[in-house]
């Protein structure tokens, strides 16, 4: 079998000793090179598995030949090494198309962490395949995000991605997860909203037993399950300032300390987050830290709401449908034309999620086995106006069109918080006394 080779570029002779001897215990043949010229001449005349670059070198920097890979060479996942507390440099970097960052002095187990991720990238090479057929719709939009999610796959850069909410954030996440090195580690997805603020320590990093009352016995947090794996945090902008604090400290140290515990633990996990909120937008309002929001946000992915891709949308209902043909083994429903027409006209506020649900409500409605336009009930689902207004004449009383459209936000809020009532209640700026009044006025269960 070949051995597999890897580049150091450092002009300091011990580090690049100490990188030489630690990969080849890991059974890697190493070449060195001093600067960026002898780099690029290394890599013109031979393939490389990895490359591990300083910063700062005698004739250019790291950044340059970051770029100079990722022109060149863009299979070879490259990371860089930066002076301890350079976490700018580091972001530079990653936003350049590094794999991944080390900072000095070189930690030898997360050396041998990182480049065994990266030699798990590359074995993956020859199976690198358009992403699955969940993320559906031929669009340019969706053919733009197929792409953009091989891209992030190859890195471990912390992403942020934003969109409408049902457009689809979390299967995104996902599949960024599938597609990358940890695919075969957990991928653990927690809605930031719907975990009560006083227990969010205790979520995340876990707790010691009788650390607090109702603490009867150790308990493992969401960085611990995640730990070789990839933690979601959906609707980050929830989380809560003093939060939001121990969470940039756990990502930048990448250790956490439980709570009632003494120690540190060391935790290797790549972050993805999303949020249907502008998360700019919250910086500027202070709701959000802005440290953290450029540690999270090193790159940003837009999931394009399902107005931008009507045309997507006869194919993602056809799918849906043969699912609920399967789910209830009845004969799949088949659009009319002028139902199709009515849809791809609609402005889709829930996006791909309502459109689901839509098509579940006029599966159970329809006769023949065919969907018509009235099946689809477009005036009790809402907005249909460009600037999401529903026009007169859609409306036959104020009254049942008012509640139609609380019920509609309160079920949106309750799947949001995967029917975490109090947290949904929040969101909607009710008292939970409030709340528990509505659901049993509108019969919602």
């Known amino acids: 079998m070949t051995r597999q080779i890897a580049l150091i570029v450092d002009d300091e002779p011990d580090i690049r000793e100490l990188l030489e001897i630690t990969l080849g215990r890991m059974k890697l043949d190493t070449r060195s090179a001093r600067n960026v010229k002898e780099a690029r001449e290394w890599l013109a005349k031979e393939p490389f598995d990895l490359c591990l670059t300083d910063m700062r070198l005698p004739d250019g920097t790291g950044l340059e030949l970051v770029q100079h890979i990722q022109q060149r060479h863009p299979q070879v996942p490259v990371a860089m090494i930066t002076a301890y507390g350079s976490l700018d440099t580091a972001i530079h970097a990653l936003k350049a198309g590094a794999f991944d960052f080390l900072t000095k002095p070189v930690d030898l187990g997360r050396l041998r962490e990182l480049v065994a991720t990266a030699l798990r990238l590359r074995t993956q090479e020859s199976a690198e395949q358009p992403v699955d057929s969940r993320l559906l719709g031929d669009s340019p939009p969706m053919q733009t995000l197929r792409k953009q999610i091989l891209k992030l796959a190859r890195s471990q850069a912390p992403v942020y991605i934003s969109g409408e909410s049902g457009s689809g954030k979390e299967l995104v996440a996902r599949l960024i997860h599938e597609q990358g090195p940890r695919n075969e580690q957990p991928f653990v997805p927690v809605n930031c909203g719907a975990i009560p603020s006083e227990?969010?320590?205790?979520?995340?990093?876990?707790?010691?037993?009788?650390?607090?009352?109702?603490?009867?016995e150790d308990k493992q947090g969401l960085f611990q399950a995640a730990n070789g794996g990839t933690l979601f945090l959906d609707e980050v902008a929830d989380l809560p300032l003093a939060m939001q604090?121990?969470?940039?400290?756990?990502?930048?140290?990448?250790?956490i300390r439980t709570v009632g515990g003494q120690q540190e633990v060391t935790v290797d996990v790549r972050v993805l987050c999303a949020t249907h909120k502008d998360l700019a937008a919250e910086v500027a309002a202070e709701r959000f830290r802005q440290d953290l929001y450029y540690r999270l946000n090193v790159i940003e992915l837009r999931v394009p709401p399902l107005r931008e891709r009507r045309e997507d949308i006869a194919k993602l209902a056809e799918v849906m449908l043969r699912r609920l043909a399967n789910d209830t083994g009845l004969d799949p429903a088949r659009l009319d034309p002028e139902a199709l027409e009515k849809l791809k006209?609609?402005?889709?506020?829930?996006?791909?999620?309502?459109?689901?649900?839509?098509?579940?409500?006029?599966?159970?409605l329809c006769e023949d086995d065919r969907i018509s336009a009235s099946d689809l009930r477009l005036a009790d689902a809402g907005p249909a106006g460009e600037n999401g207004e529903a026009s007169l004449a859609q409306i036959d009383n104020l009254e049942d069109h008012l509640e139609d459209i609380e019920r509609k936000l309160i079920m949106q809020a309750l799947e949001e918080t995967r029917w975490n009532r109090t947290a949904a209640a929040q969101r909607l700026g009710l008292s939970f006394r409030s709340m528990r009044y509505r659901l049993k006025k509108l019969g919602i269960d």
């Open 345 to 364: 006209n609609y402005r889709f506020p829930g996006n791909v999620r309502e459109l689901e649900n839509m098509l579940e409500r006029a599966y159970t």
């Open 199 to 216: 227990l969010m320590e205790s979520e995340f990093f876990g707790h010691k037993k009788g650390s607090f009352t109702g603490a009867v």
């Open 245 to 255: 604090v121990k969470l940039l400290r756990a990502i930048q140290e990448k250790a």
